[in-house]
């Protein structure tokens, strides 16, 4: 594991994933943070399954991913996934979506632990 805080990492987890599947994003926007991010960074099971499955689909638009989320994700063996309780609140506002960019960027820094952010 990459050494963080629990509760924190959980939520920059659940904060992701509502900035991937929200439709204030561009699918593309949404394709190229899905490479960036390694998976292993999602401790929660549950949280890795979703990202792999939203980034598996590609740059599909917003609202048809998440037409098509629950079913993949209870394939994967989350019989009881609800994307609605996972997205809660359902509608980000624009004010929102900088919040969740910023969590998604963090989980990019643990992708990437020893690229950027060193003094030379």
Avoid: W, Y
């Amino acid at each position: 594991m990459h050494g963080r805080n629990i509760d924190g990492g959980f939520q920059l987890e659940r904060n992701t994933l509502r900035f991937l599947c929200s439709v204030l994003i561009k699918s593309g926007t949404r394709l190229e943070i899905c490479k960036l991010l390694d998976p292993d960074v999602f401790a929660d099971p549950l949280h890795r399954v979703v990202f792999e499955e939203i980034r598996s689909m590609g740059a599909v638009e917003s609202r048809h991913l998440r037409a098509l989320l629950p079913a993949r994700v209870t394939r994967r063996g989350f019989p009881d996934f609800d994307l609605k309780q996972l997205l809660a609140p359902h509608e980000v506002t624009e004010k929102e979506i900088d919040h969740l960019f910023e969590s998604a960027l963090q989980l990019l820094d643990l992708s990437h632990p020893d690229e950027g952010r060193r003094p030379d």
